[in-house]
């Protein structure tokens, strides 16, 4: 592959039709996208549908009874050896319209970043020069729709520079990511048969690297949940009659929760760590090589110090952690009032890396809480119950878990695709074993169908997904275009 070309061609379309990329661009952002919203879902897959039809693709609609489609296309390249299947998800989340500086689904240009001072512009006509700083504000312009604008772009560049693709395309777009893929392991195995010839998938989805380095993701974690509730009182106490006698639940489960982790961070469940399958040589090689974002982080988010002793954030992701998401008991502020309350509530988070089994772990810490001297129920506890025991807790265990999922970055498939990206990068491109973040889609592709894949994160870091005034930078778009571009004619 002639990489230089690749990419002029990627550019050159780019230069000449860029106004007519970000105006497509506009029309999908315009459509209302969350999962519930049938009617205009459906809007959206007839959309998508068309645009890949006018490029050569073989169009469909995957379906299953009371979920969104599948918006499914293929590409077949004469003689190809090789098949990339391509995902995205063209659903979104929520909004709430009125934290929004415009409506969420009327795509708003700008000369630049709301924080940065930028300021609404018209969106580009034909003769106008398009600065890749601008940004483009609406649901889903990150997450997930931008990738599909690219890769359309891309398609375009190369066909106009007479670039013929490489492998055998198929396109595979989900519609309920956002709400946890429910239904996107029924699809996985209802239509198993397109999807078996599948050498590889390319699941473009994801931010940058913190310093604005192209990054390639080989895996996510897993996670799991539980809910512990400690019992005090039978019904709230005044605190100025009954403290220094009666329990207060707040306290003791404050305890417990104190006697899981050390102060660097360090589990002190026994068995947390066990049943880790370490990094490869070549994978902890890659993830020691990214850019050192610590001292960058650490400025930014106001932190003195990080758990681990000083390792990098990266090595940190690869092994499981215990969060403690929330905790309640009581009121606070105005709202305090004299009592010792009846219960306490801590939301337990674990992040999983592979080797964890999520029953497993949450095994380990209810045998942590027995050592501890509590008495675990699963419902709520009778009243003798309460009265025959020291300390009671309720455990609720969370009924969307799933493990980890990774590929080996050493497989030869894979290796063939990073060095493509390496050269696409000069270099440049992070490569890190596994996300930090937790995506169902990875571990029904990776494990459930034993097919490899790699995460191309292709949007701007501080795009706001999910939130209010999410945005992308249209450099990042053009750069998506880029190493599509390059992935097609690898």
């Not at 930028?118 to 006509?125: A, E, L, N, T």
């Not at 990738?147 to 891309?154: C, E, H, K, T």
Request: aromatic share 8%; glycine share 8%.
């Amino acid at each position: 592959m002639d990489i230089e070309k690749v990419i002029g061609a990627s550019r050159g379309w780019i230069e000449r039709e860029g106004h007519s990329i970000l105006n497509e661009y506009r029309e999908l952002l315009s459509l209302p996208n969350h999962a519930a919203d049938l009617p205009n879902i459906e809007k959206n897959c007839e959309f998508i549908s068309q645009m890949f039809a006018k490029r050569g693709f073989e169009m469909r609609f995957l379906r299953l009874d009371g979920a969104p489609p599948i918006v499914y296309g293929e590409r077949l390249v004469p003689g190809a050896t090789r098949t990339f299947c391509i995902y995205a998800h063209y659903d979104g989340q929520p909004v709430v319209p009125e934290n929004w500086t415009h409506p969420p689904f009327e795509p708003t240009l700008y000369d630049g970043a709301m924080p940065d001072g930028g300021r609404p512009i018209p969106f580009p006509s034909s003769a106008e020069a398009i600065d890749e700083e601008w940004r483009i504000y609406a649901r889903s312009a990150s997450d997930d729709k931008a990738p599909i604008i690219s890769l359309a772009a891309a398609l375009d560049g190369l066909e106009a520079a007479g670039i013929g693709l490489t492998s055998n395309i198929k396109l595979f777009f989900d519609g309920e990511e956002e709400v946890g893929s429910p239904h996107v392991e029924a699809y996985l195995r209802t239509f198993d048969h397109l999807l078996n010839d599948i050498t590889a998938w390319l699941l473009v989805d994801g931010a940058v690297y913190p310093t604005g380095d192209p990054t390639y993701k080989f895996g996510s974690r897993g996670r799991t949940a539980l809910q512990l509730t400690a019992y005090g009182p039978a019904r709230p106490l005044h605190s100025g009659h009954y403290g220094n006698w009666a329990p207060v639940p707040g306290q003791t489960l404050a305890r417990l929760l104190a006697s899981m982790k050390d102060d660097d961070g360090k589990v002190l469940i026994d068995g947390f760590y066990d049943s880790v399958i370490p990094m490869t040589a070549f994978e902890r090689s890659q993830a020691e090589q990214a850019p050192n974002i610590d001292e960058q982080l650490k400025e930014e988010l106001a932190l003195h110090s990080t758990e681990g002793g000083g390792e990098s954030l990266n090595l940190r992701i690869q092994l499981p952690s215990l969060t403690l998401r929330g905790l309640a008991s009581g009121s606070v502020g105005d709202k305090a009032r004299n009592v010792i309350p009846t219960t306490a509530v801590a939301e337990l988070e674990m992040r999983l890396v592979n080797g964890n089994d999520p029953d497993n772990m949450c095994d380990l810490v209810e045998a942590h809480i027995r050592r501890k001297g509590w008495h675990i129920v699963y419902e709520e506890p009778s009243l003798e119950t309460r009265r025959s025991h020291k300390k009671v807790i309720k455990v609720v265990r969370d009924s969307e878990s799933f493990p980890a999922s990774k590929v080996a970055m050493d497989r030869p498939e894979i290796q063939e695709v990073i060095n493509g990206l390496k050269a696409f990068t000069k270099d440049r491109g992070v490569f890190l074993p596994a996300t930090g973040a937790s995506n169902r889609i990875y571990g029904l592709i990776f494990n459930e169908i034993g097919k490899p894949g790699i995460c191309i994160n292709t949007v701007n870091r501080d795009n706001n997904q999910h939130g209010a005034n999410e945005n992308l930078r249209v450099g990042n778009l053009w750069y998506g275009a880029d190493i599509l571009s390059v992935l097609l004619a690898m």
